[in-house]
Structures are given as structure tokens and as C-alpha cells.
């Protein structure tokens, strides 16, 4: 074996752009409660526990960040009232930034950006 080389290919550093690709996918939901009639059925059946139930039985996001872009709810919606958009790297990026500087308050009051 040449010095620098490795017997093992799976030790190979793995670059930040391929890290990028193989990351979680990530999703945006959006609820469109006057369409909803509050069956809860996204609410039941999220794998990743993203919507809960408001006081009228309608589904509101939760944990937006759980959120994989799996489709599950909005393809088992009755009503049509979900929509999910699975986010590019470099949005959950600036989200991600985002929700860490509302962690500590830096962001600009009234959410001027």
C-alpha cells in the first residue's frame, strides 16, 4: 500500500457537497384550514409527528422541521386541504439559520430581516 492511501474506500472523507446531497429531505407544509374539516387524519398519521390539532380539530404545523417531504398527508387528505414542497438544501439552510438566531433573539424586532 502507497503511504496515504487507505485499504478501506468507506474511510474516505466525504465532502460537504456530498454530505449536502445525502441529507435528510426536508418539507414545508402548508394547511389550508377553511378547506379542512377536521377528519385528523394527517394528524394521526404523520410518521414524523409535524401537525397537531388546534382547538377547532384542524390540523396546524407543528414541528415544521420534522418534516421529510414524505407526501403523506396531502396525498391522504380528503379534502385537498395540505400541500407539501419538499425544500432545497439551501432553504433549510437559511431556515435553520433563521430558527438559531430567533434562539437567541437576534432577530430584528417585527421580523425585518
Given amino acids: 500500500m502507497v503511504e496515504g492511501e487507505t485499504a478501506d474506500p468507506s474511510a474516505v472523507a466525504v465532502s460537504e457537497g456530498e454530505k449536502k ?3 435528510r429531505p426536508r418539507g414545508q407544509v402548508t394547511v389550508f384550514g377553511t378547506w379542512c374539516k377536521g377528519c385528523g387524519i394527517c394528524i394521526e398519521f404523520c410518521p414524523q409527528g409535524v401537525l397537531k390539532a388546534n382547538g ?5 404545523v407543528a414541528r415544521p422541521e420534522a ?4 407526501h403523506w398527508c396531502d396525498s391522504h387528505c380528503p379534502d385537498m386541504a395540505i400541500v407539501v414542497r419538499r425544500l ?8 435553520e439559520e433563521l430558527a438559531r438566531l430567533a434562539e437567541e433573539g437576534a432577530l430584528p424586532a ?3 430581516l
Fill in 21 to 23: 446531497k445525502k441529507a
Fill in 56 to 60: 377547532q380539530g384542524r390540523p396546524v
Fill in 67 to 70: 418534516c421529510t417531504a414524505c
Fill in 88 to 95: 432545497e438544501p439551501d432553504e433549510v439552510e437559511e431556515l
Fill in 110 to 112: 417585527g421580523g425585518d
